[in-house]
């Protein structure tokens, strides 16, 4: 079997249509922690419409055009049906670190329309599952001098005992046994009753910088039920485990320190074997010397959603910048008449059925927690043919 890799990248640029929620455009500021900024344009009709461009279901917006490296794609909206009035938008590369995005109104009809834009700027954190928007409460684990984290993902080779038709097509761009759940490190970890069946394993390599005197390894898994898991180490550790439930922390983990002893400096191996039972979900082991075995900590991490909104460098500009990434985000627009708003919500739906309020610089327009910045441009005239 081919060694198991966890980069599933499609060599695509950071910036592109990569939202799950609403169309616009995305950069992927740090791909190994899931984060992605999204900005939503939203067209309509000036206090009586608004198109929220929902990517889940239809929502008046269609995919127009691409080059085949993102660095142009479009989209048309249809703000009246049958190409009366639409919106044309598009995202142009400027750089690496810029892109341009054009919006072109078109009235087809006899009248004079009032219309408006919004161009809706928010952090988006690495979901609990696919298509879902809730984040995902993930924790982080604080280690002492010279230990080392081997998260479970980080296997060079897993078998179950008995096949499964998703061994060798795991949907969802997920690896063999992946489990995606609140509490696991970094949000991932296996699962999918391993270790119920015995014969089920894993294999793992790694590498401590310096040579432990007298090492231990802590290992934090769930147990699925009441009854234990048994376990055979095997490779630069030989013994046998007994996982339980016992003293679990708020996320249902528990941890387990085996004494290793000796410990040399280099490329070690770990197979772990089930010799039946529970199943098990793993988030993976911390290598060190065993008398700093208690100093492993693990904490959930609290995301943060409203940016700091710093005035930009000229006007009609401004600079967002989140707690959660070191990324800068700068937002300009080319037009007079616009109004600055702060949306706390989780989500933009519900915004279109009250698009009379064009005033409200700080608006609580649903339940949930999150945070929308939108330049409001309003009102915008488009004259009849």
């Not at 995919?63 to 703000?79: F, V």
């Not at 995902?136 to 060079?156: C, G, H, K, M, Q």
Request: proline share 7%; hydrophobic share 35%; with cysteine.
């Amino acid at each position: 079997m081919p060694t198991p890799t966890k980069n599933h990248d499609l060599h695509l640029p950071d910036w592109g249509p990569y939202s799950k929620r609403y169309a616009g455009i995305s950069h992927i500021p740090d791909i190994s922690r899931g984060l992605r900024f999204d900005v939503c344009i939203m067209p309509g009709h000036y206090r009586r419409q608004m198109l929220v461009p929902n990517e889940k279901w239809a929502s008046g917006h269609h995919a127009w055009e691409a080059a085949t490296d993102l660095s142009y794609y479009a989209y048309r909206y249809e703000i009246e049906w049958k190409d009366q009035v639409y919106c044309d938008v598009s995202f142009s590369e400027l750089s690496e670190q810029s892109r341009l995005v054009r919006c072109s109104f078109v009235n087809n009809t006899d009248l004079t329309q009032s219309l408006m834009l919004h161009l809706v700027a928010y952090l988006n954190f690495p979901p609990v599952r696919p298509y879902s928007d809730e984040p995902i409460e993930a924790s982080t684990v604080s280690l002492p001098a010279d230990a080392i984290w081997v998260d479970a993902l980080d296997y060079d080779d897993l078998q179950f005992a008995i096949g499964r038709p998703t061994d060798n097509l795991v949907p969802d761009g997920m690896m063999r046994a992946e489990v995606r759940d609140h509490g696991f490190v970094n949000g991932s970890g296996i699962g999918q009753a391993f270790g119920r069946d015995a014969g089920d394993w894993v294999s793992f390599q790694f590498v401590p910088d310096k040579p432990l005197q007298d090492a231990a390894l802590t290992v934090r898994y769930r147990v699925e039920g009441s009854d234990p898991a048994r376990i055979r180490l095997t490779g630069s550790i030989q013994t046998e485990l007994e996982l339980t439930g016992e003293n679990p922390d708020d996320s249902g983990f528990s941890c387990l320190v085996i004494p290793i002893g000796k410990l040399d400096a280099g490329e070690q191996a770990l197979i772990m074997t089930s010799l039946g039972g529970a199943g098990i979900e793993l988030d993976g082991f911390a290598v060190t010397e065993a008398g700093l075995a208690g100093n492993v900590r693990f904490e959930k991490h609290s995301w943060t959603h409203v940016p700091d909104i710093i005035e930009g460098p000229y006007p009609n500009s401004l600079i967002l910048q989140y707690p959660d990434t070191e990324m800068l985000y700068g937002l300009a627009w080319d037009y007079p008449d616009y109004w600055l708003r702060q949306l706390f919500n989780d989500e933009l739906d519900s915004l279109a059925h009250d698009c009379s309020d064009n005033v409200s610089a700080k608006r609580q327009h649903g339940p949930g927690e999150g945070h929308f910045t939108d330049v409001f441009l309003r009102p915008i005239s488009s004259c009849a043919f």
